[in-house]
Antibody, heavy 117, light 107 residues
Framework: QVRLQESGPGLVKPSETLSLTCTIS????????WVWVRQPPGKGLEWIGYIYYNGGTNYSPSLKSRVTMSVDSSKSLFSLRLSSVTAADTAVYFC???????????WGQGTTVVVSS | DIQMTQSPSSLSASVGDRVTITCRASQTISVYLNWYQQTPGKAPKLLIHSASTLHSGVPSRFSGSGSGTEFTLTISSLQSEDFATYYCQQGYGAPYSFGQGTKVDVK
């Protein structure tokens, strides 16, 4: 059974870079799309972007200038970097598997990131 | 970008009620529409993909319909575990945007 687990700092200072990792267990990273979604407190889901197992990426236009995703197939993990963060980036960040176009079928439990000095 | 709009934003219902949630896309998305259920503090769960196909393990009281720009999620007989927030998502074109959510709570 495939499982995803997010990890990373829970507190990031304004203007710094948020870095999260999603580790895949119980399955292969290959031939799949891997996604980051976030949810600000009390709000809805926001699509951040995806990375394909071969490194191809697609980012939301609203975040594109600040987002970088990467994948490490040897370690079965993929990562998110979001630069120049502000309080508006405070959210629960989820990683998920995207079975294009059939939905996000497996999700991590989510990790809370607070942007504050 | 494709905008997804759900209605209503919230609704109150009782166990056994039939519940319908609507999702509209700002442009045609064929049948590339997915539905998710999220309970507080948990990750969303995929309910339906391709507008009407139940994801594995999802109870048959959930159903979806629609194509083009208008879609519906129906719960035929609401159960206690169904009180949650429901999101639609388009899978037609990146960025694969979500609706704003519909919260189903106890009447």
């Amino acid at each position: 059974q495939v499982r995803l687990q997010e990890s990373g700092p829970g507190l990031v200072k304004p203007s710094e870079t948020l870095s999260l990792t999603c580790t895949i267990s119980g399955g292969t990273i290959t031939s799949k799309y891997w996604v980051w979604v976030r949810q600000p407190p009390g709000k809805g889901l926001e699509w951040i972007g995806y990375i394909y197992y071969n490194g191809g990426t697609n980012y939301s236009p609203s975040l594109k200038s600040r987002v970088t995703m990467s994948v490490d197939s040897s370690k079965s993990l993929f990562s998110l970097r979001l630069s120049s963060v502000t309080a508006a980036d405070t959210a629960v960040y989820f990683c998920a598997r995207w079975i294009s176009p059939y939905g996000l079928d497996i999700w991590g439990q989510g990790t809370t990131v607070v942007v504050s000095s | 970008d494709i905008q997804m709009t759900q209605s209503p934003s919230s609704l109150s219902a009782s166990v056994g009620d039939r519940v319908t949630i609507t999702c509209r896309a700002s442009q045609t998305i064929s049948v590339y529409l997915n539905w998710y259920q999220q309970t507080p503090g948990k990750a969303p769960k995929l309910l339906i993909h391709s507008a009407s196909t139940l994801h594995s393990g999802v109870p048959s009281r959930f159903s979806g319909s629609g194509s083009g720009t208008e879609f519906t999620l129906t719960i035929s007989s609401l159960q206690s575990e169904d009180f949650a927030t429901y999101y639609c998502q388009q899978g037609y074109g990146a960025p694969y945007s979500f609706g704003q959510g519909t919260k189903v709570d106890v009447k």
